[in-house]
């Protein structure tokens, strides 16, 4: 989603940044298929390791939590120092920083600090974004739960081109809420730079 993010509010005129601080399960080998490169895609920059670590600067190879991944790989996660350099990374005044997590909002950074401590101290908007799936109606609630008295932008990303389960997740959470939730259609990860098949509404949700 932060991709199609990026990619349209560059079309619409607006200056963006985005990063991924923290991303596991990287494999060099395959590193044209993760979220960092395709982040730096969306963005028309050119592909380097000087551009991967400036959006991805802690990389690791298993595919677990950050935590687990940092000790599996013999490393130590510095909560101040990703803090830090997500503040850094956002303080040009004049464009939009996205800043993609991983993992759920409560998914641990460090062993006592998750996402969701991150997003408080950063003082940031959110943007949700939920699935269709049997569950996801508990799985959203409680995310919103827990991000009350932030401000909120909930994007439900479509997994299948027919999904009946869809418009009951956004009717409920509705109706719980009060909250618009924005449909982004299914687009196929098959299709070179899949973001360019998104709507332009997109950005459009986040700016109102």
Do not use: V, W
């Given at each position: 989603m932060t991709t199609a993010l990026c990619w349209h509010f560059r079309r619409i005129g607006h200056n963006v940044q985005a990063i991924k601080p923290v991303i596991t399960g990287w494999n060099s080998a395959t590193e044209g298929e993760s979220d960092t490169v395709k982040i730096i895609q969306s963005l028309e920059c050119t592909v380097s390791e000087q551009s991967i670590s400036r959006v991805s600067p802690w990389r690791f190879e298993a595919p677990r939590a950050p935590n687990v991944a940092a000790d599996m790989s013999g490393?130590?996660?510095?909560?101040?120092?990703?803090?830090?350099?997500?503040?850094?990374?956002?303080?040009?005044?004049?464009s939009y920083t996205f800043i993609e997590g991983v993992g759920g909002v409560m998914s641990p950074i460090t062993e006592n600090k998750s996402c969701l401590e991150l997003i408080h101290d950063l003082g940031i908007d959110v943007v949700l974004v939920i699935?269709?799936?049997?569950?996801?109606?508990s799985h959203t609630l409680t995310a919103m739960k827990v991000l009350q008295g932030l401000r909120i932008h909930v994007i439900l990303s479509e997994k299948e081109e027919e999904n009946p389960c869809a418009r009951d997740v956004v009717e409920y959470v509705n109706q719980y809420y009060n909250c618009t939730v924005y449909i982004q259609e299914h687009v196929s990860r098959n299709l070179r730079a899949p973001w360019t098949h998104t709507s332009p509404e997109i950005a459009h949700f986040l700016l109102r």
């Open positions: 490393a130590h996660l510095d909560y101040e120092e990703i803090l830090r350099f997500c503040r850094k990374s956002s303080q040009t005044l004049d699935g269709s799936y049997l569950g996801s109606i």
